[in-house]
C-alpha cells in the first residue's frame, strides 16, 4: 500500500493528503515498504503538505486545486486538517497560524455555519470530524456532543442523525466514532463506547446510493479503518475488536481502492499496532 500510493500521480487536495499522510508513519515497522529513503519520503511529505498550505485561505478554508475555488467539500477540509495536524505532530513543517485557521473553520462547520450548501446529508458528517479534530484541543462543547449523541435514530437497517427537522439522513459510519473518539476524549467514555458500537454495526449497512455520499468518500473499507483508527487513538479498541477479521474480509488489491481507502487502511495500521502490538492488522 505504501509503495501504490507512493506512485500515484495527481494532486487536488483529497490525493495529496491521502498520499503524504501514511508517510509520516514511515518509520513504523508495520509500514515498512522500501519505497524510498529517508530523505525523500520527508521531502515527498513536506512538499505536500506545502502545495495544501498555499491552498488556503485567510478564513481556514482549503481549496480544492487552489485557494478560494470553492471545489472542497467541509468533508475534505477537515481530512486536509487531520493530515496538517499528524504531519505536525511527526515534527514536518506545518505553521501554527495554519492549524488555527483551521481550527477556525472547523468550528464554524461543527456550529453549522460554514455548511456545504445542497448536500444533505453531509452536514452530520462534517460536524462529528470537526468534533473529533476539535476535541483535544478543547475547541468543542461537551454538551452540544452528548445532545448528537443523544439525538441519534436507531433504525433497523442503519443508524441516522437527528437533524431536528423532521428528516433524518444515515450517518457514517466513521463518523458516527468520531463522535465516540470526541466524547471519550472529553471524558464522556460510556457514551463513547457507545457511539463506537454503533459505528461497527453500521459498517454492514445497505448501501444508500446517495450523489452526497461522493463528498465524504465513503465506502465500507474507508470507514472500518477509519473506526479502527479513532478506537485506538482514543484509547477504545476492544470496542471494536470485532472489526478486525471484518475488515481482513473486505480488503482488495492496493490498486483496487481508492486513495482514501489506501490512506485509511495505513492509518489504522499504524494506530491499531501502537496501541496494541498484539494485534495484527
Known sequence: ????????????????????????????????????????????????????????????????????DGLASNWLNLYALDFLIHAKAASYDVPDSVIERGYTNAEAIF??????????????????????????????????????????????????WDTRNDTSTAADPMALAQIGGALATLGDRSRGINALNLAVTNVERPFIADWWERTTYWSRIRDASGILAVAAESDQLPAVRSLLPRLQALSKTPDALTTQEKAWLLVAAHAVTAGDKAVGL
Do not use: M
Open 1 to 68: 500500500l505504501p509503495q501504490s500510493l507512493w506512485r500515484y500521480p495527481y494532486g487536488c487536495t483529497e490525493q495529496l493528503s491521502s498520499t503524504a499522510f501514511p508517510l509520516t508513519y514511515y518509520d513504523d515497522p508495520a509500514l515498512s515498504s522500501g519505497a524510498a529513503d529517508k530523505a525523500e519520503v520527508h521531502k515527498r511529505v513536506q512538499t505536500a503538505i506545502d502545495r495544501i498550505i498555499d491552498r488556503q485561505d485567510p478564513e481556514g478554508t482549503f481549496g480544492l486545486w487552489r485557494a478560494g
Open 111 to 160: 456550529r453549522g455555519t460554514n455548511d456545504d450548501a445542497g448536500l444533505p446529508g453531509s452536514k452530520g458528517d462534517s460536524a462529528a470530524y470537526a468534533a473529533w479534530l476539535l476535541a483535544p484541543v478543547h475547541r468543542v462543547d461537551l454538551g452540544r456532543l452528548r445532545q448528537i449523541h443523544d439525538g441519534l435514530q436507531i433504525q433497523p437497517t442503519l443508524v441516522a
